[in-house]
């Protein structure tokens, strides 16, 4: 990765020798907040908390940084994260102080049309919001959260465009930032992705292929409909390494494949924009990686049998347990300037479980908002959103820099 850096690097100071104006930026966030979460004392999958170890309670101060500098041909972006976590647990409590870069990038333009970048990039695309099927890599996008901070993927990457209304991108991905090689299934990756953008609509294709992963293929479109509504879909086609199995038959134990069979996982939404700036989301997504309902009952079974057993099941689970689940979205209009609201609505169709959340932040000052979000799951322990707490908490303020 580091070659791919200097070369980059070389190829900015050769075609800048004569340019001498570069446009600098830089603007940041100071975070400080408290979590408070409420573990289920009868959870199957991590009884008495003796196996996740779930921190009751988080302290954190944290600063976001945005950086920039750039000139005609090249472009120099940077988020740096500084960090402390203090985490209360049920076997003690451990204090974290760290710094990273989320994100990074290096983009020269080669030639009209044609960018070469290196850097740490977040990959990800489409208008969904409950989870991503087209992307390979960030399948939990993190659009659920506003208070997480996604973490890119080491790249380097050549993105051709020809007009404005399409690109084509050829990426090498060496592994997921700050994640170990020998755990991260998509190092070593060639990404190829074409996007087509029109008169109110976008199209983007995916192809991926991994050292120890099957190829990966998705898509993602959207179409505005009119003023107020657009529809858009996802879809993919993957084969999840280190696959859980849980037949029905709870008489049967848990297997483990190298690679689950290739699947399919949809996501079908539609956004409507209200008169007053306010829209409502609705999405369906069907991901035959999970379990049946009868499955998924069968898994629980198993994990409450014994202690081990629970920890394989928490630990080697998919990455949603069901198959069918609803999404819903109400959120306050994006430009207003003295706060911004959402409230979220998640309905797992194979279990039956539901979760809640409700997210809000208000402007206290000119540079000083507070902020709150509230997740509270509703059902049993041998259901999937209720399986390990029942509400989490978090409230703080954030200060604006710069």
Same mark, same amino acid.
């Not at 997504?285 to 049946?292: E, I, K, S, V």
């Given at each position: 990765?580091?070659?791919?850096?200097?070369?980059?690097?070389?190829?900015?100071?050769?075609?800048?020798?004569?340019?001498?104006?570069?446009?600098?930026?830089?603007?940041?966030?100071?975070?400080?907040?408290?979590? !408070?979460?409420?573990?289920?004392?009868?959870?199957?999958?991590?009884?008495?908390?003796?196996?996740?170890?779930?921190?009751?309670?988080?302290?954190?101060?944290?600063?976001?940084?945005?950086?920039?500098?750039?000139?005609?041909?090249?472009?120099?972006?940077?988020?740096?994260?500084?960090?402390? /976590?203090?985490?209360?647990?049920?076997?003690? %409590?451990?204090?974290?102080?760290?710094? #990273?870069?989320?994100?990074?990038?290096?983009?020269?333009?080669?030639?009209?049309?044609?960018?070469?970048?290196?850097? /740490?990039?977040?990959?990800?695309?489409?208008? $969904?919001?409950?989870?991503?099927?087209?992307?390979?890599?960030?399948?939990?996008?993190?659009?659920?959260?506003?208070?997480?901070?996604?973490?890119?993927?080491?790249?380097?990457?050549?993105?051709?465009?020809?007009?404005?209304?399409? %690109?084509?991108?050829?990426?090498?991905?060496?592994?997921?930032?700050?994640?170990?090689?020998?755990?991260?299934?998509?190092?070593?990756?060639?990404?190829?992705?074409?996007?087509?953008?029109?008169?109110?609509?976008?199209?983007?294709?995916?192809?991926?292929?991994?050292?120890?992963?099957?190829?990966?293929?998705? $898509?993602?479109?959207?179409?505005?409909?009119?003023?107020?509504?657009?529809? #858009?879909?996802?879809?993919?086609?993957?084969?999840?390494?280190? $696959?859980?199995?849980?037949?029905?038959?709870?008489?049967?134990?848990?297997?483990?494949?190298?690679?689950?069979?290739?699947?399919?996982?949809?996501?079908?939404? &539609?956004?409507?924009?209200?008169?007053?700036?306010?829209?409502?989301?609705?999405?369906?997504? /069907?991901?035959?990686?999970?379990?049946?309902?009868?499955?998924?009952?069968?898994?629980?079974?198993?994990?409450?049998?014994?202690?081990?057993?629970? !920890?394989?099941?928490? !630990?080697?689970?998919?990455?949603?347990?069901?198959?069918?689940?609803?999404?819903?979205?109400?959120?306050?209009?994006?430009?207003?300037?003295?706060?911004?609201?959402?409230?979220?609505?998640?309905?797992?169709?194979?279990?039956?479980?539901?979760?809640?959340?409700? #997210?809000?932040?208000?402007?206290?000052?000119?540079?000083?908002?507070?902020?709150?979000?509230?997740?509270? &799951?509703?059902?049993?322990?041998?259901?999937?959103?209720? &399986?390990?707490?029942?509400?989490?908490?978090?409230?703080?303020?954030?200060?604006?820099?710069?």
């Amino acid at each position: 990765m580091k070659l791919y850096v200097v070369l980059l690097v070389t190829l900015a100071t050769a075609a800048n020798a004569e340019e001498s104006a570069w446009d600098t930026s830089w603007d940041g966030t100071l975070y400080g907040y408290l979590n !408070g979460m409420t573990l289920r004392a009868d959870s199957v999958l991590n009884p008495a908390n003796q196996i996740a170890n779930l921190a009751q309670r988080t302290d954190v101060g944290e600063v976001r940084m945005n950086i920039k500098a750039e000139s005609d041909d090249v472009r120099f972006t940077a988020r740096p994260i500084l960090a402390t /976590r203090n985490q209360h647990q049920t076997l003690g %409590s451990t204090q974290k102080s760290e710094g #990273y870069l989320s994100q990074w990038q290096v983009r020269v333009r080669a030639a009209e049309g044609l960018n070469v970048a290196a850097g /740490r990039e977040v990959l990800n695309w489409g208008a $969904a919001q409950f989870r991503s099927p087209s992307s390979p890599f960030y399948f939990d996008n993190g659009r659920r959260d506003p208070m997480r901070e996604l973490i890119g993927m080491d790249t380097v990457k050549m993105t051709w465009t020809p007009d404005m209304q399409s %690109s084509f991108t050829l990426a090498r991905i060496f592994g997921a930032g700050r994640v170990a090689a020998t755990s991260d299934a998509w190092r070593n990756t060639w990404l190829l992705k074409a996007d087509q953008r029109g008169d109110g609509y976008a199209l983007g294709f995916v192809a991926a292929k991994a050292t120890l992963n099957a190829a990966f293929y998705g $898509a993602h479109g959207q179409v505005s409909i009119d003023d107020e509504t657009m529809l #858009y879909a996802e879809i993919s086609s993957s084969e999840q390494l280190t $696959a859980l199995q849980s037949s029905a038959d709870v008489a049967q134990p848990f297997s483990v494949l190298g690679a689950s069979p290739r699947r399919n996982t949809v996501l079908l939404g &539609s956004t409507y924009t209200l008169p007053d700036g306010q829209s409502l989301t609705a999405e369906y997504l /069907r991901d035959n990686n999970g379990y049946t309902t009868a499955q998924e009952a069968a898994y629980f079974s198993r994990a409450a049998s014994s202690t081990l057993l629970a !920890g394989q099941a928490l !630990g080697m689970a998919p990455r949603l347990l069901g198959r069918d689940y609803v999404h819903l979205v109400w959120q306050s209009n994006l430009m207003e300037s003295e706060g911004y609201w959402r409230m979220m609505y998640t309905r797992s169709l194979t279990d039956g479980g539901h979760e809640i959340g409700a #997210y809000g932040e208000t402007t206290l000052s000119e540079r000083i908002s507070g902020f709150a979000t509230v997740v509270v &799951s509703s059902g049993k322990s041998s259901q999937e959103f209720s &399986s390990l707490f029942s509400r989490s908490i978090t409230a703080g303020l954030k200060v604006a820099l710069h």
